[in-house]
């Protein structure tokens, strides 16, 4: 009977530091500051002219802080690295619901959005960084969606096994949690993170070669889902919506035989949504492989030379 009470008491204290251990975590990825979807979800209450949502071709190729300069509104960079256009659609929703207003929202569509997510990207869906809103019905779906539904409910009812799964991420560092203890930096240029690095030679060379050769474009069911589900978003919250593609190198370009498809889809996509598709690929600088840190995403000073041509396009179109 000792024995049992033994056994019964150890589980009862396991539990309750399960579930103590599962409470800091919660709380200490409310505050952390290092992650770029952390960052955007902890606005409160702010009130943005435009708002740029995508993946890394809008988070590290557009310099919204030299927009904001250039036609004095207040703007925000949404695009996270790395994200899938269900990620987008959460992370739009989390920040909205937090009492942030946009009046217009620019969302960045290309082959590797449209295309099927796992598939095309390496880690579609940051779920580490949502482990704590386990209970956001966008968040729920994302998840079931990403990991299915045993996982889900895994992690949401058994205390600490959804951090324990990420002991890279989350350490028993309590003095100083690593992630916590560093500054973004995101506030300084909203959100915007410019990468100074010139196109590999190796890669340029790949280039040449034509190995991006591609065939054929076909939009993921899955892609086209989220795109609608971002769209009705915006109408709830009276948010006006505008498609647009970033440029990629031309030598590159000019290899996706399905890129005009593409663009005839996209065209298609906002004309049957009543938005615009603004396409910047014909633009000069996508030809000049100084402005590019590979075929796909502009460089420093790739994105300095964008901007303002970017911010042109915007001040005409909300004139």
Not at 27 to 32: I, V
Not at 188 to 193: D, E, L, T, V, Y
Not at 265 to 282: P, S
Request: hydrophobic share 35%; net charge positive; charged share 25%.
């Amino acid at each position: 009977m000792i024995k049992v009470k033994g056994v019964l008491l150890s589980v009862l204290i396991s539990c309750l530091l399960f579930y103590c251990l599962d409470c800091y975590w919660s709380n200490w990825l409310e505050k952390q500051n290092s992650e770029k979807q952390i960052w955007i979800m902890n606005k409160e209450n702010k009130r943005y002219n435009i708002a740029f949502l995508g993946a890394s071709r809008v988070y590290t190729c557009i310099d919204v802080g030299l927009i904001e300069k250039i036609l004095k509104i207040k703007a925000i960079n949404l695009g996270c690295d790395g994200s899938s256009l269900m990620e987008n659609y959460v992370v739009l929703s989390q920040f909205l619901k937090h009492g942030n207003k946009i009046n217009k929202l620019y969302l960045q569509l290309d082959q590797t959005a449209l295309s099927n997510m796992k598939k095309a990207l390496s880690y579609p869906f940051h779920d580490y960084l949502f482990l704590n809103k386990l209970k956001e019905e966008e968040v729920k779906e994302a998840f079931i969606e990403d990991k299915g539904c045993l996982k889900y409910y895994f992690w949401r009812y058994i205390p600490l096994s959804k951090y324990a799964e990420f002991n890279h991420f989350y350490t028993l560092n309590f003095l100083e949690p690593k992630s916590q203890s560093k500054d973004s930096g995101f506030d300084k240029n909203s959100g915007s993170k410019l990468i100074v690095m010139d196109m590999p030679d190796s890669l340029l060379a790949k280039v040449k070669s034509g190995i991006f050769r591609q065939d054929t474009f076909v939009c993921d069911e899955k892609s086209k889902y989220y795109i609608d589900k971002i769209i009705k978003l915006c109408k709830s919250n009276g948010i006006k919506y505008d498609f647009f593609k970033m440029p990629i190198y031309n030598d590159s370009y000019i290899q996706f035989h399905s890129n005009h498809e593409m663009t005839t889809f996209l065209h298609e996509y906002a004309r049957k949504n009543d938005c615009r598709f603004i396409d910047f690929q014909g633009l000069a600088l996508a030809s000049n492989k100084d402005y590019f840190k590979d075929y796909s995403h502009l460089n420093a000073s790739g994105a300095k030379l964008f901007t303002p041509i970017l911010s042109d396009s915007i001040g005409k179109i909300n004139r």
